[in-house]
């Protein structure tokens, strides 16, 4: 079982910068590819981030590639999404997802039924 709790969503201007925190608990984080999912309204929700459980790779969304950096620290259990020149398209609630069968340690799940498990969200907002 992993539960995971996201932190450092906000109110941001258009070119601004943020950064998403995830911290899981649970002793199989390390096991874990790791997803960043976002959901504006209306919208479905849509991967823009994700790194595998070594840390060594790591795949974005065309729209936030450059601007977007995922990243992992085992020791504490935490992933990042550092955000940079945000847009107002950026908005939305940002969620972390885990998938701790990803089995390789480069292997990284691209599919949202993948993820066993899903923090509670973050609002990001980008104004123009």
């Known amino acids: 079982q992993v539960q995971l709790v996201e932190s450092g969503g906000g109110l941001v201007q258009a070119g601004g910068s943020l950064r998403l925190s995830c911290t899981a608990s649970g002793s199989i984080f390390i096991i874990c590819a790791m997803g960043w999912f976002r959901q504006a309204p209306g919208k479905e929700r849509e991967l823009v981030a994700a790194?595998?459980?070594?840390?060594?790779?790591?795949y974005y969304v065309d729209s936030v590639k450059g601007r977007f950096t995922a990243s992992r620290d085992n020791a504490k259990d935490t992933v990042y999404l550092e955000m940079n020149s945000l847009k107002p398209e950026d908005t939305a609630v940002y969620y972390c997802?885990?998938?701790?069968?990803?089995?390789?340690?480069?292997?990284?799940?691209?599919?949202?039924?993948?993820?066993?498990?899903w923090g509670q969200g973050t609002q990001v907002t980008v104004s123009s």
């Open positions: 997802a885990a998938d701790p069968d990803a089995g390789s340690s480069y292997y990284i799940p691209r599919r949202l039924h993948q993820y066993d498990y």
């Open positions: 790194i595998s459980w070594s840390g060594t790779d790591t």
